[in-house]
């Protein structure tokens, strides 16, 4: 079965830098299309950042320059290096993947990033 399982989160002060990891499992990743989705509280969860199997990134405009989606087909692997950290960045951050031929949006449980200020 298709597992996603972030890690990376914490807490972190203004200006300050994390590495988002998402080990996945049980499809064929390295044809696959990964997203990082984030959701902070009481707001909808948005799209962050994607990477397509070509390595063709794309990014929210609020987080262009400072965050860097990247993958590791050899280990299964998607990360998110967020730099210049800021408190609106603050959300809990999902992986996601819509596999080829699966039909379905797969998720994570999620990993919380905490700026402060």
């Known amino acids: 079965q298709v597992q996603l399982v972030e890690s990376g989160g914490g807490l972190v002060q203004a200006g300050g830098s994390l590495r988002l990891s998402c080990a996945a499992s049980g499809f064929i990743f390295s044809i696959n299309t990964m997203n990082w989705y984030r959701q902070a509280p009481g707001k909808q969860r948005e799209l962050v950042a994607t990477i397509t199997s070509a390595r063709t990134t794309t990014y929210e405009d609020s987080v262009k320059g400072r965050f860097t989606i990247s993958r590791d087909n050899a280990e299964n692997t998607v990360y998110l290096q967020m730099n210049s950290l800021k408190p609106e960045d603050t959300a809990v951050y999902y992986c996601?993947?819509?596999?080829?031929?699966?039909?379905?949006?797969?998720w994570g449980k999620g990993t919380l990033v905490t700026v402060s200020s």
């Open positions: 996601n993947v819509r596999p080829r031929g699966y039909g379905i949006d797969y």
